[in-house]
């Protein structure tokens, strides 16, 4: 069964950190890209990063590159989102998600081509 797990949000002021992890299992991240997404209150969901073990490719959203840093450890099956230089505008529940197999990397941060997702994160930023 095919599972995504985020954790790791809270509330953090402004120009702080947090670090998200997404736990899945079902499946092996060595096959699978996995992107990151978020939700503000009102707001239509957006793509944030995404990572492909298979060739090590990432990519970013104009808006957290230089902030946000995408890693994954396929050993613990986990894939990390460093937030740094947080701001207010960061509030969102975030997920992670998997990209349908056979789509090309590039392609996942895009929401439409995922095809499991987690229940989200909820991240706070506010002094």
């Known amino acids: 069964q095919v599972q995504l797990v985020e954790s790791g949000g809270g509330l953090v002021q402004p120009g702080g950190s947090l670090r998200l992890s997404c736990t899945v299992s079902?499946?092996?991240?060595?096959?699978?890209?996995i992107g990151w997404f978020r939700q503000a209150p009102g707001k239509e969901r957006e793509g944030v990063s995404c990572?492909?073990?298979?060739?090590?490719?990432?990519y970013y959203a104009d808006s957290v590159k230089g902030r946000f840093t995408i890693s994954t450890d396929s050993a613990k099956n986990t894939v990390y989102l460093q937030m740094n230089s947080l701001k207010p505008v960061g509030t969102a529940v975030y997920y992670c998600?998997?990209?349908?197999?056979?789509?090309?990397?590039?392609?996942?941060?895009?929401?439409?081509?995922?095809?499991?997702w987690g229940k989200g994160t909820l991240v706070t930023v506010s002094s």
């Open positions: 079902g499946f092996t991240l060595d096959y699978y890209a």
């Open positions: 998600a998997r990209l349908r197999r056979g789509l090309p990397n590039e392609l996942c941060i895009h929401d439409s081509a995922m095809d499991y």
């Open positions: 990572a492909s073990s298979s060739d090590g490719s990432t």
